[in-house]
Every structure is written in structure tokens, then in C-alpha cells.
């Protein structure tokens, strides 16, 4: 059984920077997809980046693209999303998740398509 735990989130001002972890175990698979997501009140699901697990290729937002960062551990037991420069409308609960197959270009950000999610971790951003 895959588990996922997100840790990292907090509040800060506008411009800051924040690292978001997701302490991952149980990989039925080498291969497959972790991505973050995020979700606003009011507000669908959004993808936000994701990365090939076993593989490294890494996919983004163009929301996020250039301030926001995934990566993996060595070991590929810890994601992260290093977030810089953050905005009021980064403010959302932010989640980890994981599929079988592994992402493709065309449905890394469709939240339907994982199968196994953290609690999440919720990110205030003031101005």
C-alpha cells in the first residue's frame, strides 16, 4: 500500500519561499508518477508539477513553471516542491499523489487519474 505524507507547509509573505515534502513508501512499481497538486477554496484541483518517478522527467504549470521546483531524493523515498517567490494566489492546500503508469505530457496534471494521495499540507501566502 502506497503512503504518502506531505510536511512543509506554513504561512509567509508574499515574495518568500517555502519546501514541501512528501515522505513516500510502499512503490508497487519502479516506474510511475508523483505529482503535487494544490486545491483553493472554492476552486478545482489544480496540477501543478509532477515528476517520472524512476526517470526524472519533470512536468509543470505554466502557473508555477520557473518559480516552483519537484524533484526526488536519491533513494526516491521524498519529494519536494521547492516554491520561490510566492504570490497570494499560491494559497491553497497542496497534496502529494501517485499513479501507475508513469506521466505522460498529456494527463500528468488530471488529479483523476492518481490513485494513491497525501492529507495535505496547507500554504497561506500574504501580501
Known amino acids: 500500500q502506497v503512503q504518502l505524507v506531505e510536511s512543509g507547509g506554513g504561512s509567509v509573505q508574499a515574495g518568500g519561499s517555502l519546501r514541501l515534502s512528501c515522505a513516500a513508501s510502499?512503490?508497487?512499481?519502479?516506474?510511475?508518477?508523483m505529482g503535487w497538486f494544490r486545491q483553493a477554496p472554492g476552486k478545482e484541483r489544480e496540477g501543478i508539477a509532477a515528476i517520472f518517478h524512476g526517470i526524472g522527467i519533470t512536468y509543470y504549470a505554466d502557473s508555477v513553471k520557473g518559480r516552483f521546483t519537484i524533484s526526488q531524493d536519491n533513494a526516491e523515498e521524498t519529494l519536494y516542491l521547492q516554491m520561490n517567490n510566492l504570490t497570494p494566489e499560491d494559497t491553497a492546500m497542496y497534496y502529494c499523489?501517485?499513479?501507475?503508469?508513469?506521466?505522460?505530457?498529456?494527463?500528468?496534471?488530471?488529479?483523476?487519474?492518481?490513485?494513491?494521495w497525501g492529507q495535505g499540507t496547507q500554504v497561506t501566502v500574504s501580501s
Open positions: 510502499g512503490y508497487p512499481s519502479r516506474s510511475g508518477c
Open positions: 499523489a501517485f499513479r501507475i503508469p508513469g506521466c505522460s505530457s498529456g494527463s500528468w496534471a488530471f488529479h483523476s487519474r492518481y490513485n494513491y
